[in-house]
């Protein structure tokens, strides 16, 4: 038994001492679940000012009677101000492509679009591991609808189409 609780506490120790240098973070944002729709990122970092973050999203999303269902993928470079990647201020430039198929009514079509956009955030690595990083900025999107069934077009818009707000907490892990 104190053979295992010494490896325990050794390793604990390992992960708390790789935690505080991490190079690399694994993040989920909780807020996405209430749009239905479920995000992951991977942010790694290049040097001690700058990180490549990778988001991906599968959504269910559902607005007035209109229905997206499909992925979304974000990447973006985070440029750290007077600290170093991956903790502390940053501002990120980002793009966006999506692939829905869309639904309303008896009409279904396939709507993808392409845009970008820019954040300023705040991300904490702790000792223990732990991540918070808390994120908003102004994007745009642009996309064509090509119909499957029926003949009309839906009203596409909430920031999947033209101006919108990207905003979210992410908690995670870096190791």
Known sequence: MKKLFLCAAMAMTFL???AQDAE?????NPLSALIKTGSVFYERKLNDGVS??????YTGLKL???????????????????????SGLYAAPFLRYQDYTVTDGSDKGKYTSFGGGALIGRQWVYGSGFVLDIFFGPSYNSGTYKATQGNN??????????????TGIALGFGF
């Not at 690399?24 to 989920?28: E, G, H, L, Q, S």
């Not at 490549?52 to 999203?57: E, K």
């Open 16 to 18: 708390c001492a790789k």
């Open 24 to 28: 690399n973070t694994i993040k989920i």
């Open 153 to 166: 077009e839906p009203d596409i818009k909430g920031g999947i189409e033209g101006f919108g707000l990207r």
């Open 64 to 86: 007035d009677d209109v229905k997206f269902t499909g992925i979304a993928i974000t990447p973006e470079a985070r440029f750290y101000l007077k600290q170093r990647a991956i």
């Open 52 to 57: 490549l973050q990778l988001g991906l999203a």
